[in-house]
């Protein structure tokens, strides 16, 4: 255990408690409420809207107009997107309705080559969509367009999908709060008071809004997970390697920065979240078996509610570990062998999780620039100068963009003579965990400790980004549950983990829990 990392969350904690009066005051009038998808077409999956577009009960252009009229009732209350190309779009999409209509294409052959053909979907800015902004939400970027698709966004319009737009982060995805000064911040669509969590805010906002159906995200810490839970939505974090991370900005050459660092699917139905994966991993070299039937009853469902209680960590709520307890009775009942993790899994190997956590991402050369100087990109600006300039008015960069900086510089209060010892530490605790899950288990644990929080919370949360960072590190895949909600009407959930290359279990599970528990809530909806 380092004391100086630990001391510090301390210190957060503290400083949190302290402010939560203040942060109450300033929120105690509720704003506007963005108001519930009306459409029918906006209720539907895009499995389902496929399936009424190659089979021209509905067009293409009508689901498209859709959910352009959807983004514009919300974005001025939520503001997720940062550029559209809504003209684009919708001639896009006449040109596939009149494709069908001449008969160039047909259902039979739509159903297995372009099974999302006609339907629209998002991206977070930092995944390359040609021609729209990709600046990384970074002032010093202004105006910078890109030149090619990413992969995942080219795989799902090779699959016949419309890219409807780019939407908010971070500056740099460098915090769980998707503001910057360039495109302002985003907003919860259940409270408009609340985060939207980051990186992938944007996409989740929208997804929550019921203004998308599939958004491109990307996760290094939790930044498709959390956002999602905030936005009471789906995301998956896939296995480590299975997708290729081209056209994310920011990347690096370092091997563990592209280990931990993914793209993954969002999505409002579990369905969605699966066809996306088998679309971007069609032409992956590992076994994924997507299209493997999987009953419930043969799985092993592991459950923890809290990762640890060592000092500066943060314990999950108790709506939360009652979400937990909720499904896990459900997937019982489903026929699922289901036990307490600690059974299998001594959490007293969990002791050291911080360390575990953050010495690989910090510890190590090649991560990206974050407060790239404009006028000397090959070299970064002072995070200390920059402290002092943001706190006078003056920097160009986000307080959180620089706070990352500076944990980078210090190397996240690990020495880096200490970072094989807990690189080894996690080796341990990562083969008790493949062990444990094997090719037929997963673990459910929380994604973070509350719900949505008032803006400038989650910032002072710092140390739990180990509740998603543990399964970067790991490269296990994880999909994100939501839950319902709250009594404040927040949305609720928890993370579905398995093994390396078991993706499709989390995602089995997921689906079995929508049905259970009905998935996403369309906000406000009485």
């Not at 000064?181 to 408009?192: C, K």
């Not at 080796?427 to 008032?454: M, N, S, W």
Request: charged residues 20%.
């Amino acid at each position: 255990m380092e004391w100086a990392i630990r001391l510090f969350f301390v210190l957060q904690s503290v400083l949190l408690q302290l402010l939560r009066p203040v942060l109450w005051y300033l929120n105690r009038q509720r704003p506007s409420l963005v108001p519930p998808p009306k459409d029918s077409i906006l209720k539907k999956s895009a499995v389902d809207l496929a399936a009424w577009i190659r089979r021209r009960e509905i067009t293409s252009e009508a689901v498209v107009e859709a959910y352009i009229c959807r983004m514009k009732e919300v974005n001025p209350l939520i503001n997720a997107v940062v550029e559209d190309r809504f003209e684009e779009a919708l001639r896009d999409a006449r040109r596939c309705d009149e494709r069908l209509r001449a008969g160039e294409v047909n259902a039979v052959t739509l159903r297995t080559l372009q099974p999302l053909y006609g339907v629209p979907f998002t991206v977070k800015e930092s995944c390359s969509l040609k021609g729209l902004s990709h600046t990384g939400c970074t002032l010093v970027r202004q105006g910078t367009k890109a030149h090619s698709d990413g992969s995942f966004v080219a795989a799902l319009r090779k699959a016949g999908a419309i890219p409807l737009c780019v939407t908010n982060t971070p500056e740099l995805c460098s915090g769980f709060e998707s503001a910057n000064y360039l495109y302002g911040r985003t907003n919860n669509p259940y409270d408009l008071r609340c985060s939207a969590g980051g990186s992938s805010g944007g996409e989740a906002a929208l997804l929550g809004a019921g203004a998308s159906l599939i958004g491109v995200g990307s996760d290094l810490a939790g930044s498709i997970r959390l956002p999602a839970l905030f936005n009471g939505v789906f995301g998956h974090k896939p296995t480590a390697g299975i997708i290729s991370t081209n056209g994310h900005y920011p990347n690096s050459d370092s091997p563990w920065f592209r280990k931990c660092l993914v793209v993954g699917p969002m999505a409002r139905y579990a369905e969605d979240l699966i066809l996306a994966m088998q679309i971007v991993t069609s032409d992956s070299k590992q076994d994924l078996r997507f299209d493997q039937p999987i009953r419930i009853g043969d799985l092993k469902v592991f459950y923890v509610e809290d990762l640890g209680e060592s000092l500066g960590s943060i314990s999950p709520s108790k709506e939360i570990k009652g979400s937990i307890a909720k499904a896990s009775r459900y997937l019982e009942k489903s026929g699922a062998t289901v036990a307490e993790a600690s059974i299998t899994i001594d959490l007293g190997d969990l002791e050291d999780i911080v360390e575990i956590c953050f010495s690989p991402i910090f510890c190590v050369d090649s991560l990206p620039q974050i407060l790239i100087n404009p006028d000397d990109p090959k070299h970064e600006r002072s995070s200390p100068a920059e402290i002092v300039k943001s706190f006078l008015g003056f920097s160009l960069y986000t307080k959180s963009a620089i706070f990352m900086k500076l944990v980078k510089d210090i190397r996240g209060f690990i020495p880096v003579s200490k970072a094989p010892f807990y690189e080894k530490k996690g080796e341990q605790l990562r083969q008790k965990l493949l062990e444990t899950l094997g090719k037929d288990g997963v673990l459910i644990c929380p994604t973070f400790p509350t719900v949505a929080g008032y803006h400038n919370n989650t910032v002072l949360q710092s140390s739990a980004a180990i509740y998603c960072a543990l399964f970067n590190v790991f490269g296990f895949p994880s999909t994100q549950v939501p839950m319902g909600l709250n009594e404040n009407g927040m949305p609720l959930g928890f993370q579905v983990v398995a093994a390396p290359n078991q993706d499709r279990l989390c995602l089995a599970v997921a689906k079995e829990l929508e049905k259970g528990f009905g998935g996403w809530i369309p906000p406000n909806d009485k």
